[in-house]
């Protein structure tokens, strides 16, 4: 079975610019969280979707979002980057019901830089 | 929220003994443990898991306690290779999150 797949792996944008961040999950799992990655912070819970809804949100603000396909795909934009948006950003996927009661998967991320 | 301290941050072994990691958390409505391993360039990786109702789970040369009372669990990991060097990250959640620790960056010196 196939793991969980992020794409692009790297990108580098400048501040102000906006970005998107594609994730496609375990084939039929699907939640899909987001986690911001930092030296700084660690791992921090972004969002998470369950049938093409955000089911859970973390403290971020509102320049960050996402969005669910009915494949269970998922994207998440983060718009007017800044220079501490710079990080890994981690897709994990689970099954359907939730994280006490079934693993998450993470991909292998998607690194960017903001300069 | 869920408030999870990991230690040490850097743990260096010499190959073939036992590497040890501790993790407290501050809600005791947590239910559920997870262990990630993360290597350079990739995604964490769940290494073993542990629940509540548990005190303990073993998978090969990787074992997991946990003491509700205390509000921690730990991690042991014996007869280190150099393949176990890496990030190890623990967690725990009640709902619908994980909080991860800082992480623990093992070295198994050969």
């Known amino acids: 079975k196939a793991g969980v797949t992020q794409t692009p792996r790297y990108l580098i944008k400048t501040r102000g610019q906006q970005v998107t961040l594609s994730c496609s999950p375990i084939?039929?799992?699907?939640?899909v969280s987001w986690y911001q990655q930092t030296p700084g912070q660690g791992l921090q819970f972004l969002f998470e979707?369950?049938?093409?809804?955000?089911?859970n949100k973390g403290n971020f603000p509102g320049r960050f979002s996402g969005r669910q396909f009915s494949n269970s795909r998922s994207e998440m934009n983060v718009s007017t980057l800044e220079l501490g948006d710079s990080a890994l950003y981690l897709c994990a996927s689970s099954g359907n019901r939730g994280v006490t009661s079934d693993t998450q998967y993470f991909g292998p991320g998607t690194r960017l830089t903001v300069l | 929220g869920e408030n999870v301290e990991q230690h040490p941050s850097t743990l260096s072994v010499q190959e073939g003994d036992s590497a040890v990691i501790k993790c407290t958390y501050s809600d005791s409505a947590s239910n559920y443990f997870p262990w990630y391993k993360q290597e350079l360039g990739k995604g964490p990786q769940l290494i073993i898991d542990?629940?509540?109702?548990?005190g303990e789970k073993k998978d090969q040369r990787i074992a997991v306690t946990l003491n509700k009372t205390a509000k921690h669990f730990s991690l042991h990991i014996t007869e280190t290779q150099p393949e176990d060097s890496a990030v190890y990250f623990c967690?725990?959640?009640?709902?619908?999150?994980?909080?991860f620790g800082a992480g623990t960056t093992v070295t198994v010196r050969a």
């Open positions: 542990i629940r509540s109702n548990v």
């Open positions: 979707y369950f049938s093409e809804t955000q089911r």
């Open positions: 967690a725990a959640t009640n709902d619908y999150k994980l909080s």
């Open positions: 084939s039929g799992h699907r939640s």
